[in-house]
């Protein structure tokens, strides 16, 4: 079993940042990648980042070149760096721990940015 916990997100006007932190435990050795999804009021769960345990990461497109995901491998934690949000970035955005068969997902932390 894998447990994954957000922190980090909140109220944030149009242009500025955020950081969001994803803590991993439990049996994460059998993680093979982590990343962020989020989902909008009415609208489905959408991909916006992950990085594999090599390091590899992988964008939406939506979010390129605002966004960075990156680790900590000593402190199992992934983060999600936000920058020059936008309102339409407003969403709970969840941390997804991929396995192979299976996904563990975080319980989601709100980000709301505001115009």
């Known amino acids: 079993q894998v447990q994954l916990v957000e922190s980090g997100g909140g109220l944030v006007q149009a242009g500025g940042s955020l950081r969001l932190s994803c803590a991993a435990s439990g049996t994460i050795f059998s993680i093979n990648a982590m990343g962020w999804y989020r989902q909008a009021p009415g609208k489905q769960r959408e991909f916006v980042a992950a990085?594999?345990?090599?390091?590899?990461?992988n964008y939406a497109n939506s979010v390129k070149g605002r966004f960075t995901i990156s680790r900590d491998n000593a402190k199992n934690t992934v983060y999600l760096q936000m920058n020059s949000l936008k309102p339409e970035d407003t969403a709970v955005y969840y941390c997804n721990g991929a396995q192979t068969g299976y996904n563990y997902w975080g319980q989601g932390t709100q980000v709301t940015v505001s115009s």
């Open positions: 990085i594999t345990s090599g390091g590899n990461t």
